[in-house]
């Protein structure tokens, strides 16, 4: 049981917008900077979104985050084929002291 | 470009002890104000923090991992290590080495990974 709640699986169409969503609680996501990853099939994960917002170099601004109190969400606009992949979002937890990840979404492109 | 290694054993036998390294290329672990850190992945599973370290030695680790966890910094190699002991089954995973950048959980480096299986 992950301490981050993520739906397990989304989907969507090519050129689509499509949200994903990640729960926490005051000593995590509403406390602390959120971070986003994506994980391509056999491949490490990447930094996808990190201090709630913000793209590292590379990223397409196709992808974006926002956060309300102890909840976010990663939006991808224009759907494409390659952004099927696992994403993950993590937060450091004050109370655990220490960093806690959701159970990952899986993104289907249909 | 900043790179980091995984290495060590892939196979460690129930009840003994996990040892891995990360070999830091292309900046240096002592001279930056980065904490490096250790994350693991079940086959099949998400992502599971396992704990972090500065090169002045501070350091977290996960609360269900702390017992069993040593992580630490070798400055004159430009590495740094996990120790995992008591393995069991449960303990099979991809292990990536990271660098972390700003707050606690951007992971903005990481390994290839390497998978380390635990057998009976």
């Known amino acids: 049981q992950s301490v981050l709640t993520q739906p397990p699986s989304a989907s969507g169409t090519p050129g689509q917008r499509i949200t994903m969503s990640c729960s926490g609680s005051s000593s995590n996501i509403g406390g602390n900077p959120l971070n986003w990853y994506q994980q391509l099939p056999g491949t490490a994960p990447k930094l996808l979104i990190y201090?709630?917002?913000q793209r590292p170099s590379g990223v397409p601004d196709r992808f974006s985050a926002s956060k309300s109190g102890t909840s976010a969400s990663l939006a991808i606009s224009g759907l494409q084929s390659e952004d099927e992949a696992d994403y993950y979002c993590a937060a450091w937890d004050d109370g655990l002291n220490g960093v806690v990840f959701g159970g990952g979404t899986k993104l289907t492109v249909l | 470009q900043l790179q980091l290694q995984e290495s060590g054993p892939g196979l460690v036998k129930s009840s003994e002890t996990l040892s891995l390294t990360c070999t830091v290329s292309?900046?240096?672990?002592?001279?930056?104000?980065?904490?490096w850190g250790w994350i693991r992945q079940p086959p099949g599973k998400g992502l599971e923090w396992i704990g972090s370290?500065?090169?002045?030695?501070?350091?977290y680790s996960h609360p269900s991992l702390k017992s069993r966890v040593t992580i630490s910094v070798d400055t004159s190699k430009n590495q740094f290590s996990l120790k995992l002991n008591s393995v069991t089954a449960a303990d099979t995973a991809m292990y990536y080495c990271t660098r972390i950048y700003g707050s606690g959980s951007s992971f903005d480096y990481w390994g290839q990974g390497t998978l380390v299986t635990v057998s009976s």
């Open positions: 201090g709630n917002g």
């Open positions: 292309g900046a240096s672990i002592s001279t930056t104000s980065y904490y």
């Open positions: 370290i500065h090169h002045s030695g501070d350091r």
